[in-house]
């Protein structure tokens, strides 16, 4: 084998794991936040569908042209996308996670003054966004923020933390691919992977048993899956032990080829519930009379 070919297979082989090297972020990487909102709008009522399209004309009135906001998988990502402007859209960024400590005892309602917290952020944009008296620039804003916080919720380490920032403070090798931290593989090139390897395409219309089995429940309860899945799956997966027990976590770690398939049927559910969840709260938003009150 000649040098040149050497070299030129050496060079295709950095440019793969470049290319798996997502941008610093908070959130689910832009792929699978589209893909949560493919998955809601093959399942939203008809009703639903027309309501977020004429919602959607209001665009403009936002003041943020930088960024897309034509279709519902635009608004998926736009709150990532207006990250980009700390000065006016600063106070958002903590609605983006609620991590909770996974050893502890978990607890909805902590770490989330103010209402400075995805749980209450998607309770909250779910209720304006039902408010037909409310200007439609100010319903489409929490359209945008509902559907990128719901799937957000769904991706493990935006609930569960082992005192290091969601996966954030953990360095992680994703196979050969070097220089991620553990959040960041969840985010993108995890999500990525579970989405398009999935054996049956991850956006259809689903059953109604299907949607039954994957539905249901509140921004808590989908905290709590994901604080459990943290616990239970995420860590004990990226450092071959129990989350709780034994000394703690070193700060470095490499996902291989197994811990990567392990981890893509989870990644795949998480997915698809943010998707049909997300339509179920698009439905119960945009159907006639008043959201039932929330627990308080």
Known sequence: MGHRTVRNRFLTLVAA???????????????????????????????TARKIARLLEAAPQL????????????AAYWPDCIRKDYWRWGYTFAWHYRTAPVCEAYNPRANCSGQNCILAQIERNQRILADEGLPANVRLE???????????????????????????????????????????????????????????PLVRRYTAAEREELGGGTSADWGRESWETSRDFVYPNAFDRPACEGEDYADETALTQEDILRAIP?????????GIRMAEYLDAAFAPGPLPEPER
Do not use: K
């Open 142 to 200: 929490a359209l945008v923020f509902l559907v990128h916080f719901i799937g957000d919720v769904h991706m493990p380490l935006h609930s569960g933390d082992h005192e290091d920032r969601g996966g954030n403070d953990i360095e992680a090798a994703y196979g050969i691919a070097p220089g991620l931290n553990l959040h960041w593989i969840w985010d993108g090139p995890l999500a990525e992977r579970a989405i398009t390897s999935s054996p049956v």
């Open 17 to 47: 794991c470049l290319a798996l090297l997502p941008a610093p972020a908070m959130a689910w990487g832009e792929f699978a936040h589209r893909t949560t909102a493919s998955i809601a709008m093959e399942n939203v009522s008809p009703g």
């Open 266 to 274: 989870i990644s795949q559910r998480r997915v698809t519930q943010a």
């Open 63 to 74: 003041g943020v042209p930088d960024c897309p906001l034509a279709t519902l998988e635009d």
